[in-house]
């Protein structure tokens, strides 16, 4: 069973900071893009950051220059280290990942459990 879990979340004050970590577990063959996405109450998930195997990176604007994605494929887990952080960065915190498993011929999309972020005013 493939599965990804996250850590790291919590509460800050506004202007601080947090890391949080994703590791994928399981059997694992392959892992392709791994990613951060967020959910604020009353909003949709929106993505945050994209990073290839390659480690190519992708922010979207509200966090460029605040967030930065990583990933160490040894451990098979993606990290997100957010800086600077605002109230309205507050949101539960999911990592996705396209993974492809043993016996599996396709890459699927794999999500973790989420991790609650609060960034006080």
């Known amino acids: 069973q493939v599965q990804l879990v996250e850590s790291g979340g919590g509460l800050v004050q506004a202007g601080g900071s947090l890391i949080l970590s994703c590791a994928a577990s399981?059997?694992?063959?392959?892992?392709?893009?791994m990613g951060w996405y967020r959910q604020a109450p009353g909003k949709q998930r929106e993505l945050v950051a994209l990073?290839?195997?390659?480690?190519?990176?992708n922010y979207v604007d509200p966090v460029k220059g605040r967030f930065t994605i990583s990933r160490d494929n040894a451990k098979n887990t993606v990290y997100l280290q957010m800086n600077s952080l605002k109230p309205e960065d507050t949101a539960i915190y999911y990592c996705?990942?396209?993974?492809?498993?043993?016996?599996?011929?396709?890459?699927?999309?794999?999500w973790g459990q989420g991790t609650q972020v609060t960034v006080s005013s």
């Open positions: 996705n990942a396209k993974m492809k498993s043993l016996g599996s011929r396709w890459y699927m999309d794999y």
């Open positions: 399981g059997s694992i063959l392959s892992i392709n893009d």
């Open positions: 990073i290839s195997s390659g480690s190519s990176t």
